[in-house]
Every structure is written in C-alpha cells, then in structure tokens.
C-alpha cells in the first residue's frame, strides 16, 4: 500500500485525544487517590503506559501522538482548575444517568494564568514521541457552559464582559506557555457547542443565568480572543461532543443551531465533529465550514 505522508496537522487519519486507561494505570490511580501509592510511583506507571500508548499509536501509523490523556481525572477539569480564579464545586442541573458524575468548574475570583499548565506534560509526550505531539486542552467555553452565568461570581465579575476578556487573555498566556515548550498542535476539547444545539439544554442554560441564543456569538468570539496572535506554524483544531460519559450522553440535535458561528467564524485550522447518524444530525451544517 502506497501512503502520502502530510507535513502539516490535521492529517488525514487522527486521534481526538483521549484514550481508554490500560489496568495498570487505572488501578494505580485509585491507590495513589486512597493514599497507597507514592506520587513518584504513580508517575512513573503514568510515564510507562504513556510511552507504549505513544508507541502503539505510531506502530498503527499516525502522524499525530498524544498522550491519552492518562494523567487527567477529567479532560477538562484537571486543566480548568489550574487556572486562578477556578475551583470545582458540586455539580447542579446534570442530566447525566449516572451517580458518580464530575464536579463542576467555578469562577470565585479574578481568572488568570499566574503559572504554565500542563506544561510537563508535553514536554514528556514529547520526549518520547518520533511524530508530531499533539496536546489537547479544554475550549473556553468549557469554563462557562456547565455552570453559566450562576457559577461565576457576581461580586468579582458583575460584568461578564471582564470575565470574557479575563478567560481570553489567560488562555493566550496558558498557549504561549505550551508553544514555548515545543507544541505546534492543539486541539480543544468542547462539549458547550453541540450540547446548546439541543432545546432541553438551551432551556438549562436559560436556567443557569443565560441567553443560549446569544452563547454562540459569545463563545466565537472568546475563541478567537484565546487564540489571537498565535504563532503561524501552530495548528489548533477544536472536538465537539455531545457529552459523554459512561456509554452515555447529555444531548442530541445536529449544529443547524451553531454551524455559522462555529464553522464560519472561529478561526480555527480543523474540527473534529461528530455528524451523519441520528443523535449527531447530517451533513447540512458543513455548508457553513470555509473553502
């Protein structure tokens, strides 16, 4: 078989990111949470399973390697709660089938990025990577949509245009840390965009405080501010889902609700998107990505 090789992300045959845990790792989890494993252990069995997941990614020929997210709980938290200004609190308004689901992202003082995030991290993928690194953080609207407007602090932000311009501006400096150690492939992870394109879900949002009709316009707008200014040889995609969670799901619904804003608008290199069954609707909404 003949393969032509891609010099520049996204390739043609690629990963979102996250992969399922191997035994090891997941039980050496549980045990350095219940305080029997060392920290050093614990990131010596990360490194291990990191290196042959790497390893296996590149046997089965993809041009892009992450690190499967192993040494995240969640793949959104772990980064959001770094931030300053955030901290995770009890979940409200899930509609998740579940018992055990995942806390939620906070905003209890003034948001910014006063350290790199993760950072080691890509410097380890990288180390044992021969492909490119690719590293995955969650969208800025993964720091708003679950919570909204009533899980961000009126006193510190009376105005959300601050908090925007605040998240914006921390992400950029969180970037710059990443591009700094090497990254030139990002990719975010976002569930905010495909979940307000279900009804049940805009009337949750109304619920927690906002507009769901205006949230589009907003949550381009902050992704382009994220990205401003990023260097040109660094290739940023974006992965919507549906939230899943368990073998389940929050929504459901196609993206006629946000295809212009977030296939016209957000300056972005790539999406990986969910479509073509009946949970993730057609292909109608892809008239809106760019020639």
């Known amino acids: 078989m003949v393969t032509t090789r891609i010099s520049r992300p996204p390739f043609h045959a690629d990963q979102v990111g996250s992969l399922l845990r191997p035994k090891e790792l997941h039980e050496a989890r549980a045990a ?24 296996k990614q590149e046997a089965i020929g993809l041009q892009a390697v992450t690190d499967g997210e192993f040494r995240r709980d969640y793949w959104h938290l772990d980064f959001l709660k770094q931030l300053d200004g955030i901290e995770l609190t009890r979940p409200v308004g899930l509609t998740f089938n579940a018992e055990d689901v995942p806390p939620m992202a906070s905003v209890t003082g003034k948001i910014a990025c006063s350290r790199p ?21 969650p969208s800025p609207g993964s720091a708003h949509f679950r919570g909204g407007r009533n ?18 501006a921390a992400y950029r400096k969180a970037i710059g840390h990443l591009y700094d150690a090497g990254c030139r492939y990002l990719q ?13 879900e805009r009337e949750f949002s109304r ?22 200014g990023r260097p040109a040889d ?34 972005i290199d790539g999406y990986f998107l969910e479509y073509d069954t009946d949970r993730a609707g057609g292909f109608e909404s892809l008239r809106f990505v760019p020639p």
């Open 117 to 137: 995030i993760m950072v080691e991290h890509f410097a380890y993928l990288k180390s044992v990577a021969t492909r490119m690194p690719k590293f995955t953080m």
């Open 151 to 168: 899980a961000i602090s009126r006193t510190i932000y009376p105005d959300l245009e601050e908090f925007w311009a605040d998240l914006g």
């Open 234 to 267: 660094m290739v940023v995609t974006m992965h919507s889902c549906r939230g899943n969670f368990r073998s389940t799901f929050i929504a459901q619904g196609g993206y006629e609700y946000v295809a212009d804003r977030l296939l016209g608008e957000v300056d």
């Open 207 to 228: 619920q927690r405080g906002d507009d769901p009709d205006r949230l589009p316009a907003q949550y381009a707008r902050m992704t382009n501010q994220a990205l401003a």
């Open 32 to 55: 350095a949470k219940a305080g029997k494993l060392p920290a050093a252990e614990l990131k010596r069995i990360e490194d291990r399973a990191i290196a042959q997941a790497v390893k």
């Open 188 to 200: 975010l992870d976002d569930t905010a965009w495909s979940m307000i394109c279900d009804p049940k």
